[in-house]
């Protein structure tokens, strides 16, 4: 029976995370935990946050993988598709970090939780070295071995680290997400 409450409480904690619950310790943060984590910036109730960010995810990943065909081949014309990709890819970085950005501003039970900006500072470094990557390939075309190779690598991490961190606001927090007063 011990075991079962261990269990139980075990399962309660993961349930609730620890940055904002309502009996958190600190009272600020007590105030904010009951307050709405739904987007504030979304269309038909469907953030645009998360609509952005597939683009610069696939494109990040699209520069890689183009500037490895690069490597193999030798053939110019991978960089001029590593060029488009890396453009494109901060282009729609930028777009997709003004709306979080907004969101994170607007809605206080999103600023108090740590994951936001954990996510949020992945984020603005991953477009930081996006854009550094489009810069190289922009003014340095001779530069994408190994640079541009280099900052592909590094950015397709920052990528799956700020993934992660926004992975962990939807599935561990709820944020953005309608629940229907139904369930």
Known sequence: ?????????????????????????????????????????????????????????????????????????????????????????????VLASIVGTLELLAVPGIRVRVASWNHAIAAMTLVAVVGANFGLRLTSPDAVLPHGLLLSVLATGLTALAGWHGGKLVFDHGVGLIISTRQ
């Open 1 to 93: 029976m011990a075991q079962k409450t261990t269990e139980d409480a075990e399962i309660e904690r993961e349930q609730t995370p620890p940055e904002a619950h309502r009996s958190h310790p600190n009272p600020e943060i007590r105030a904010v935990a009951d307050k709405d984590i739904g987007s504030a910036i979304a269309v038909a109730g469907h953030p645009i946050h998360a609509m952005l960010v597939h683009f610069p995810i696939a494109l990040v990943i699209c520069t890689l993988g183009v500037d490895g065909l690069y490597w193999l081949t030798a053939d110019p014309f991978w960089v001029r598709v590593g060029l488009w990709s890396a453009g494109a890819a901060f282009a729609f970085g």
